[in-house]
């Protein structure tokens, strides 16, 4: 079974940059393909980029110039940098990895992260 | 551009049929994904590629996806399937996955 684990600041000054990691103990289902995903309090899902495990990679073309995503495969780790944050950004962020297919399969707790001064 | 519209809400007494329906414009040539998540919880998936279940998940669940409308139907609703449901698609290679906006399931 896979786990994921995300880790970081729970709090982040406004015009800073976010930074996140996501922890994956990979099982024999692992796919090496995640995804950072992220939740505003009371709303719904959005996106925010996914990775293989050869780097290859995707983004929400709404967040593309703040945000990077980047897996370090000797480690497990899959991490996210989101710059220049506002309120707005404020989130629980959730790491998951895709199954053999379109979805995501395996996710983690998720972080609550606030940002404010 | 990739817009899933779900209803913001549903409510259903226990026992009956809930029907959540996920639309976009030639919605039935994706494959949907479909979500349950329930308050602080993280989102579990319950159907993938439009009707496949993931083991552990009751038959209850079942998915359908035709023309611009997929649905998610949960059969015999108990009070432990009150949650929010997303709907999820692979969109495009410049925005990939795509989510509905969640519909509430209340169980009356």
């Known amino acids: 079974q896979v786990q994921l684990q995300e880790s970081g600041p729970g709090l982040v000054k406004p015009s800073e940059t976010l930074s996140l990691t996501c922890t994956v103990s990979?099982?024999?289902?692992?796919?090496?393909?995640w995804g950072w995903i992220r939740q505003p309090p009371g709303k719904g899902l959005e996106w925010i980029a996914s990775?293989?495990?050869?780097?290859?990679?995707y983004y929400n073309p709404s967040l593309r110039s703040r945000v990077s995503i980047s897996v370090d495969t000797s480690n497990k780790r899959v991490s996210l940098n989101l710059t220049s944050v506002t309120a707005a950004d404020t989130a629980v962020y959730f790491c998951?990895?895709?199954?053999?297919?379109?979805?995501?399969?395996?996710w983690g707790r998720g972080m609550l992260v606030t940002v404010s001064s | 551009s990739f817009v899933l519209t779900q209803p913001p809400s549903l409510s259903v007494a226990p026992g009956q049929t809930a029907r959540i329906t996920c639309e976009m414009s030639?919605?039935?040539?994706?494959?949907v994904n479909w979500y349950q998540q329930k308050p602080g919880q993280a989102p579990v998936l319950v159907v993938y590629?439009?009707?496949d279940r993931p083991s552990g998940i009751p038959e209850r669940f079942s998915g359908s996806n035709s023309g611009n409308t997929a649905t998610l139907t949960v059969s015999r609703v108990e009070p432990g399937d009150e949650a929010d449901y997303h709907c999820?698609?692979?969109?495009?290679?410049?925005?990939?996955?795509?989510f509905g906006g969640g519909t509430k399931l209340t169980v009356l």
């Open positions: 998951a990895e895709y199954g053999s297919g379109s979805f995501l399969e395996f």
């Open positions: 990979v099982g024999p289902s692992g796919s090496y393909f």
């Open positions: 990775i293989y495990y050869s780097g290859g990679s």
């Open positions: 030639g919605i039935g040539s994706k494959s």
């Open positions: 590629d439009d009707s």
């Open positions: 999820q698609v692979w969109g495009s290679a410049t925005f990939p996955v795509v």
